[in-house]
C-alpha cells in the first residue's frame, strides 16, 4: 500500500512539473506590442518562438526610435521580466531598431531602457518602452473550413431544365431579293437624275 502511495505522489508531482512547463512555454512563446511610456510615436514589434533546443528565439523591429536618446545618452538595452521567478533579466542592446535574441528564461514581458551604458547588467535608467507578451491569435484559433457542396447529379437534369434559351433570330431575305431590292434604287436614282437634267435643259432662259 506504501508503494502504491509513493507511485501515485510521484506520478502527481510528474503532473505538475509538466504543467508548470507547458504553461512556461506558453507564457513565452507569443508576440509583444512595445508601446512608449513618454507619449512619442516610438514603437517595436517582438515574436517569439520556442525552437527545438529549448531557446526562445526572439526577432524585434522598432519605428519611430530616436538616436541619440538623449545628448549623453546614446544607447537603448532591451530587458524581460521571468515568468518564474520574477527577476528582469537583459536580452541585449537594440541597436538601430531591428534585432535578434536566443534566451533559454521563459518571460512575460519586456521593455526598453535608456543606458548610458548599455552593458549594464541591470536597468538604470528610464523605461521608454515596455508591452506583455500576448498569444498569437492566428495560432491559437483554429481555421473554420466552409464545406464545399457538390450538384447531385439527379437534380442537374433540373437545374439545366431551369435554364431558358433565347433563339437569336437569322435572317431569311435571300441574294436574290436583295438584288432587287439594289436594283430597284439605282432605277429610282437614275429617274431622278433624268427629270432634274430635263428640267434644267428645258427652262427659258432671260
Not at 439527379?154 to 434559351?165: L, Q
Request: hydrophobic letters at 45%; charged letters at 15%; aromatic letters at 10%.
Amino acid at each position: 500500500m506504501r508503494k502504491v502511495s509513493i507511485f501515485i505522489a510521484g506520478f502527481l508531482l510528474f503532473l505538475g512539473i509538466f504543467a508548470s512547463a507547458s504553461r512556461s512555454v506558453i507564457a513565452s512563446e507569443g508576440q509583444v506590442e512595445l508601446r512608449s511610456t513618454l507619449g512619442d510615436d516610438s514603437r517595436c514589434f517582438a515574436a517569439s518562438v520556442l525552437m527545438q533546443d529549448l531557446n526562445y528565439n526572439i526577432l524585434m523591429s522598432c519605428r519611430d526610435l530616436i538616436y541619440p536618446a538623449q545628448p549623453e545618452i546614446l544607447s537603448y538595452a532591451i530587458w524581460a521580466t521571468g515568468k518564474d521567478d520574477g527577476k528582469v533579466f537583459k536580452l541585449g542592446a537594440l541597436n538601430f531598431g531591428k534585432v535578434t535574441f536566443r534566451t533559454p528564461k521563459a518571460f512575460v514581458n519586456i521593455f526598453i531602457t535608456q543606458e548610458r551604458n548599455v552593458n549594464e547588467p541591470q536597468p538604470k535608467g528610464i523605461v521608454v518602452m515596455k508591452g506583455d507578451l500576448m498569444p498569437i491569435t492566428f495560432l491559437e484559433t483554429r481555421p473554420h473550413i466552409t464545406p464545399t457542396i457538390t450538384p447531385n447529379p439527379k437534380n442537374f437534369g433540373e437545374i439545366i431544365g431551369t435554364v431558358s434559351v433565347t433563339p437569336t433570330p437569322i435572317s431569311t431575305q435571300s441574294k436574290a431579293s436583295r438584288f432587287v431590292a439594289a436594283g430597284g434604287l439605282l432605277a429610282l436614282g437614275g429617274i431622278f437624275v433624268l427629270i432634274m437634267i430635263i428640267v434644267f435643259v428645258t427652262r427659258p432662259r432671260k
